[in-house]
């Protein structure tokens, strides 16, 4: 457990540094307002689970964690950009986010949707300057931007806010693209920066599949019966706003059994890789059993 953590930490350390730099790089100029705005939403905390995930399964398929740090970052630009936007009156209306005001509490609804738009460019910006060969850097970028639009989180959202998810498999598929899209990207996303095997490539997207929907159920679980002080969000949200989650499509105790069922599916996706996936076995048990 020891090592788990540390190796945890150490992952998350490089992804701070780097988001750190990336952001430095910004003009402080008449551009100021919005910078502040995006540094306050991207080095405001958080997992970085994504960001993790792109590390490891670019260490799982052989490859160098400098090279997918780039696609890391980016990532976790991509995911912060998300979470804005969310938060946002016309989304989901959330005045809280990570323990502290929503961007656009803080900042303003125009700077927040701005700089929801600046890190979302800027992800790809940094997705190109990977120092990757070029045609690996393409591919990159394609998952990217797959993950981040109409088929992926952009549909999901718009699936989400007319609340479309009416029964199980519509909500599976909007939860597949809101949520999943990017976890499934950032698992290929490692591979990609390793030049990882097709085989490997498809075991990272079935992977982030079963773990991406695993993740989102114990989601609507939490924010059923969670605390809003280790959340850092508000509890109860999706049922005030009326939203089908699978708390009510399922009873709380079912909703947990499919998400379990879905754990260790995604578990089973990684066993091929032999020990070197015990980091990243223990990280989705982990992630299958948060309180926040």
Known sequence: MTDFKN?????????????SQ?????????QKPVVDAMKYSLLGGGKRI??????????????????????????????????????????????????????????????????????LTYAFETAASSSLE?????QAIQQLAVASGTFGMIGGQVLDIKNM?????????MCQMKTGAL???????????????????ERADLYGQKM?????ITDDILDLVGDTALLGKPVGSDQQQGKTTFTTLLPVEAAQVLADELLEESIGMLEPFGDAAAFLIALTRQLAGRRN
């Open 7 to 19: 190796q945890l930490e150490a992952d998350r350390v490089m992804i701070e540094g780097e988001l």
């Open 22 to 30: 990336r952001m430095d790089q910004l003009s402080d100029g008449l």
């Open 50 to 119: 994504r960001g993790v995930l792109v590390l490891e399964f670019c260490r799982l398929c052989g490859g160098s964690l400098s090279d997918a740090l780039p696609l890391a970052a980016a990532v976790e630009m991509v995911h912060a950009y998300s979470l804005i936007h969310d938060d946002l009156p016309c989304m989901d209306d959330d005045d809280l986010r990570r323990g502290k005001p929503s961007c656009h509490i803080a900042f303003g609804e125009d700077i927040a949707l701005l700089a929801g738009d600046g890190l």
């Open 134 to 138: 070029p045609g690996l850097v393409l």
């Open 165 to 173: 998810a009416e029964n199980l498999d519509t909500l599976r598929s």
């Open 183 to 201: 976890i499934r990207a950032s698992a290929k996303l490692g591979c990609i920066a390793a030049g990882g095997d097709p085989a490997e490539l």
């Open 212 to 216: 991406g929907l695993a993740f989102q």
